[in-house]
């Protein structure tokens, strides 16, 4: 076959030759066609090679001197077969497949005319082999994490599907199916721009290829989220606007998605924390977010102690309505330098002396005013609304008996005693029929009798309902601050070590005292630990270990609160927990080694005290219910309010009572005292406990920033420091 097309050409040549002789003559030599043709791909790999010319050669110019082929790199060997107007070249060497192969002409070939070849002539042609035309990938921007499918399609150069061999991505293996795909799965993408290519390829022994395709970057992303309010300490049932802002971290720009956030109580005072819980992504559809969170404070003015100077006057003289006003959430007084309180409509003026309200009220004629807080302003807060929890105040201004009488007296001047005593007889019986009601309707005292009854009942049930509450919570409450308490003794003791070993004492403590302190134990344990080691054992080594725990212990205890240390019982923990692994540590020889030892032991006790300052931290530790020190917190106010609105109930349902007097029976009346003053001996004890645990964070801050608490000041130092001073950062947010 070919044969026959390579005489077909010269016929074609030799035909163009003779049908235009003098045209050619003079002329410089052309070559009218070559085979394979110019740039074609998928050539053979033993290919025939002829360059046509348009008149008979002169052999003498048609040597291997003047032609050449090359793949760019290495000169091939051929051998010439010269017929009249055409030049075959056959290559000694094979030719290798997904190459690029170039044959060069030089002028000095000519025709027997004379005619040189001028410029010389090259042209160029690939052989067929794997040759990558399409590279697919399922996503090219990505959660961090995520994993991507690749595909790359493979073809012999010249269309035809390659339908086996193996291909090779980042040294992983694939196999090439039937319709010439490869696919493969890239897991955990990496943040930033992930580059991947071919490694190598096996097709039926050939290992070369070409790729007319590049793969595509893929980028490995997350949504950047920050949190903020325009108002985070608002009215209890006020809506709240979150001011939110997101950008994508790989390349800062904005993102224009969704976001959401948990659901949260806007009817009950304190404290809510706002955080992400999904973000809905159109553009790259990510679903992984870094966020920060959103601190609110739900609140109210609350009214207590209010109270009249006097309940009755004499018409003329002023009666003065006082109270006290504090914010719900953290009982701090609302005073005159935060805003205004009205009563009946009236702008009440502040005490600094008496620390008060007060507004004074004068009637010049006989009557009574019913007094309540109807309005308060609050110029620091914004709060509008307020709990008035003594309700209104009944002041009268009245004449009394021995004032009618006298007055009687001075007008009539010299009128007989008769008409005075049937006067004062009047008057009497009048007074009298007022007294008499409740023995004259006994059926009003029946109806205000069972209304006390069942104002009492209900209250016992609320104050019981809460006791009950506070009996089941108690239990837990105090496991949490042990375990809290267990971890910041460990941290402290971790964090002794440390600092000892790298110096940091004056980075990480606060005060020279303390600095001393744990100096003087450490260096102290450290000469005992080498001896208990050597000659005491594990017995003598735990026994240290319990000392140290004391020691460094006691000070933490001493720091809290004295309730949080009868709660810990120190002594009976210290003992099981600290043990060897402290005391063995003191004994090391190494310092940076040790300290890196402990930096990674500490992570971990960090990353336990993280759960207890941030909800999703704690809903990650596994811990059920995912308690945090301040959702103990918001469960104990809640519990006050409990209490506050189980006496605002009563008292309403008692108001207005005309023939008998409704009051709280002592015992409920003491055990709600008992109740509020350990609730609140708790909340003190937790409000400290998370102030501990925040300054360890900081401390976890500066210590993870240190390179001499890692065993080479590298990468691990630059992505560890980072990542936990993000994480820490956000918490502490």
Excluded at 174 to 182: E, K, L, P
Aim: aromatic share 8%.
């Amino acid at each position: 076959m070919r044969v026959l097309k390579t005489l077909i050409l010269i016929i074609i040549t030799f035909s163009i030759f003779s049908t235009y002789p003098d045209f050619l003559v003079n002329a410089s030599l052309q070559v009218v066609l070559v085979e394979p043709p110019v740039n074609v791909e998928g050539v053979p790999i033993n290919p025939t090679i002829i360059a046509f010319f348009p008149t008979p050669l002169l052999e003498e110019t048609v040597i291997v001197e003047n032609i050449k082929i090359n793949n760019g790199e290495i000169p091939i060997n051929v051998q010439i077969h010269l017929s009249l107007t055409a030049i075959q070249i056959i290559p000694l060497t094979p030719l290798s497949p997904a190459t690029k192969y170039t044959v060069s002409l030089k002028e000095e070939i000519s025709d027997i005319m004379g005619n040189k070849l001028t410029g010389g002539y090259n042209w160029s042609f690939i052989i067929a082999g794997p040759t990558i035309d399409q590279i697919l990938v399922s996503d090219t921007r990505c959660d961090i994490g995520a994993s991507v499918n690749i595909s790359v399609h493979f073809n012999w150069g010249n269309g035809t599907d390659i339908t086996s061999g193996t291909v090779f991505i980042k040294d992983t293996e694939a196999q090439i199916n039937q319709q010439g795909w490869a696919n493969y799965t890239i897991k955990n993408i990496i943040f930033g721009k992930n580059n991947y290519n071919i490694t190598g390829i096996d097709c039926n022994g050939i290992k070369k290829y070409q790729q007319k395709v590049d793969f595509p970057d893929i980028i490995g992303d997350i949504v950047n989220i920050n949190v903020k309010l325009t108002d985070d300490r608002i009215d209890v049932g006020k809506t709240v606007t979150i001011d939110w802002s997101a950008k994508y971290d790989y390349d800062n720009t904005n993102f224009t998605g969704e976001v959401q956030f948990n659901q949260i109580s806007l009817n009950q005072v304190g404290r809510q924390i706002i955080y992400v819980v999904r973000i809905i992504d159109p553009e790259y559809g990510l679903i992984k977010y870094k966020s920060t969170n959103a601190s609110l404070i739900l609140d109210r003015i609350k009214i207590v102690e209010a109270s009249l100077s006097t309940a009755k006057t004499k018409p003329g003289e002023s009666i003065t309505f006082s109270c006290k006003a504090l914010y719900e959430y953290d009982n701090t007084i609302f005073d005159g330098n935060k805003g205004i309180i009205n009563v009946n409509g009236e702008a009440m003026s502040w005490s600094p002396q008496k620390q008060v309200w007060e507004k004074s009220f004068k009637l010049n004629e006989p009557g009574s005013l019913t007094l309540k807080v109807t309005e308060v302003r609050d110029d620091f807060y914004g709060l509008t609304i307020f709990n008035d929890v003594v309700g209104s105040k009944t002041a009268s201004w009245e004449i009394s008996f021995l004032e009618v009488y006298w007055s009687i007296f001075l007008i009539l001047g010299g009128l007989s005693s008769i008409i005075i005593i049937l006067i004062f007889n009047i008057i009497r019986k009048r007074k009298k029929k007022g007294e008499d009601f409740c023995k004259e309707h006994p059926e009003v005292v029946e109806v205000e009798q069972k209304a006390c009854w069942n104002a009492q009942f209900e209250l016992d049930t609320a104050v019981s309902n809460v006791r009950d509450a506070f009996n089941r919570a108690m239990p837990r409450w105090k496991d949490n601050l042990r375990i809290v308490g267990r971890l910041i003794l460990d941290w402290d003791l971790k964090i002794a070590l440390i600092s000892h070993w790298t110096g940091a004492e004056k980075e990480i403590y606060e005060s020279a005292e303390k600095i001393q302190k744990v100096a003087g134990v450490v260096t102290s344990a450290a000469g005992k630990a080498k001896t208990a080691f050597k000659e005491g054992g594990e017995a003598a080594l735990k026994e240290l270990g319990t000392d140290v725990a004391k020691e460094i212990g006691g000070d933490i205890l001493g720091e809290i609160s004295s309730t949080l240390g009868q709660v810990l019982e120190l002594e009976d923990w210290a003992i099981r927990e600290i043990g060897v692994g402290i005391a063995q540590g003191l004994t090391g020889i190494n310092p940076r080694r040790k300290a890196s030892n402990i930096r990674k032991s500490s992570e971990i006790t960090c990353t336990d005290l993280m759960s207890w300052i941030d909800h999703s931290y704690a809903w990650n530790s596994g811990r059920r219910p995912p308690d945090t020190l301040k959702s103990c917190l918001d469960e104990m106010q809640k519990m006050l309010n409990d209490l506050n609105k189980a006496l605002q109930d009563f008292e309403n349902a008692v108001k207005g009572f005309r023939c008998i007097t409704c009051k709280i029976p002592p015992h409920i009346s003491e055990e709600i005292d008992e109740i509020q003053q350990k609730i609140n001996d708790m909340m003190k004890v937790y409000g400290d406990l998370i102030d501990k645990v925040e300054n360890r964070l900081k401390q976890a801050r500066k210590i993870y920033n240190r390179k001499d608490v890692y065993p080479v000041s590298g990468h691990e130092w630059m992505a560890n420091s980072t990542k936990w001073s993000e994480q820490i950062d956000r918490v502490l947010k």
